[in-house]
């Protein structure tokens, strides 16, 4: 098991930044891929983006492609989005989600139920 504390969240007008870290605690951080998750008002959570445990592979929602980026550090056992160019559409509640793997480059699928550890979220608020 791992546990999971996000931070980052806050409210930034539409075509700005901002970066969410995930911070993990537990034990062999670097053996679990994290990813994020979020859920818009009134709308179903939806995957954003996952990346393994080397950091050599990731994935991204269809959305997140071109404006988002994961990336970790091991050392720091955090994991971080880079969100740019963000839209009202953007505005959720944004989940860091953990995985176990024995390999490297692996990265789980982009359901929830590929997951066995969510933090709590932060919100994100995108103004038009």
């Not at 409210?11 to 818009?40: P, T």
């Not at 959305?63 to 969100?83: C, E, P, W």
Request: glycine share 12%; charged share 15%; proline share 3%.
């Amino acid at each position: 098991q791992v546990q999971l504390v996000e931070s980052g969240g806050g409210l930034v007008q539409a075509g700005g930044s901002l970066r969410l870290s995930c911070a993990a605690s537990g034990r062999n951080f670097i053996s679990y891929a994290m990813g994020w998750f979020r859920r818009a008002p009134g709308k179903e959570r939806e995957f954003v983006a996952v990346i393994s445990w080397s950091g050599g592979s990731s994935y991204y929602a269809d959305f997140a492609k071109g404006r988002f980026t994961i990336s970790r550090d091991n050392a720091k056992h955090t994991v971080y989005l880079q969100m740019n160019s963000l839209k009202p559409e953007d505005t959720a509640v944004y989940y860091c989600v953990a995985q176990g793997s024995y390999t490297s480059d692996y990265v789980p699928g982009p359901h929830d139920s590929d997951y066995e550890n969510w933090g709590q979220g932060t919100q994100v608020t995108v103004s038009s």
